[in-house]
């Protein structure tokens, strides 16, 4: 048995549990107030440039404040990747953040098996929902277990620095469907942290828009003021979105559903319903 020392779940403090039940239960999006993170001010946030990890960066900077969020971005060979890191220096910009890491994973592109890595894969158009290799239900857009490697680097740096959360912008409603986007994915992933990190180590994943439909998370950005012209979402163009990729798609329909225009131009667009 070990010696190691049991960790405090933060869940089963009397002040978690009361916001816990104040979010309906559903403590991966539960709205962490500033009192109950106030023992772990300092927070990483994992910023792809991308519109959800824009919006996720904006609640983290509104419960943390901006002093006490360090910005994390994690290149891997990604056909857009010079695009996304001029959107994550943008974003960051913005904020006025001046702790920030940027990681290169360049294993991915060796690794392949995914559109967004393999130039031998061809990024699917106008296919929103197609299946993916060999008949799955995941698209071939899916870079495999990606977010593991993310969130690895996350929970190594804000170990380092002594940060008590890590936010990611990870969608399970709406969305393309990745496996490593489900609730059920980080609260193993939270097993892991506990036991892989030192005992006086106390590190929460925060994902305060994983239930939310991508119409809701602009409404949210848009209510925190969040910088939604500097993202970028295009898997295959750097210079205009091509607005045909599933996640142009995505974020074409998303803006038609909140009633507000999209701030990117793209070369082409498809019916927002598709």
Not at 104 to 127: M, Q, W, Y
Not at 199 to 222: F, M, N
Request: proline share 5%; with cysteine.
């Amino acid at each position: 048995m070990s010696d190691r020392p049991a960790k405090k779940d933060s869940a089963e403090t009397p002040r978690a549990q009361r916001i816990y039940k104040e979010a309906g239960g559903h403590l991966e999006a539960r709205e962490l107030t500033k009192e109950a993170m106030n023992d772990r001010a300092k927070a990483v946030v994992l910023l792809s440039g991308g519109m959800d990890s824009c919006v996720s960066t904006a609640i983290a900077r509104e419960r943390q404040g901006v002093s006490n969020i360090a910005l994390l971005h994690a290149s891997y060979g990604q056909l857009t990747e010079q695009r996304e890191r001029r959107a994550f220096d943008d974003i960051a910009n913005f904020y006025g953040v001046g702790q920030r890491l940027a990681v290169e994973l360049d294993h991915f592109r060796a690794i392949g098996g995914s559109a967004l890595t393999d130039k031998s894969i061809s990024v699917p158009e106008n296919e929103l929902g197609a299946p993916g290799p060999r008949g799955s239900a995941i698209p071939v857009t899916y870079v495999p277990f990606r977010n593991a490697h993310f969130l690895s680097v996350a929970v190594s740096w804000a170990e380092a620095i002594g940060a008590g959360a890590i936010y990611i912008g990870a969608v399970a409603e709406d969305s393309s469907g990745y496996p490593d986007c489900r609730p059920e994915y980080y609260r193993v992933f939270q097993e892991l942290i506990r036991a892989g990190t030192r005992p006086e180590t106390q590190i929460e994943i925060v994902t305060p828009v994983i239930t939310l439909k991508k119409s809701a998370i602009i409404r949210r950005g848009i209510e925190l003021g969040a910088p939604l012209h500097l993202t970028w979402s295009c898997y295959q163009n750097e210079d205009t979105a091509c607005g045909a990729c599933d996640s142009c798609l995505l974020r074409l329909r998303a803006f038609a559903e909140a009633g507000v225009p999209d701030p990117l131009p793209y070369r082409r667009t498809v019916s927002a319903g598709q």
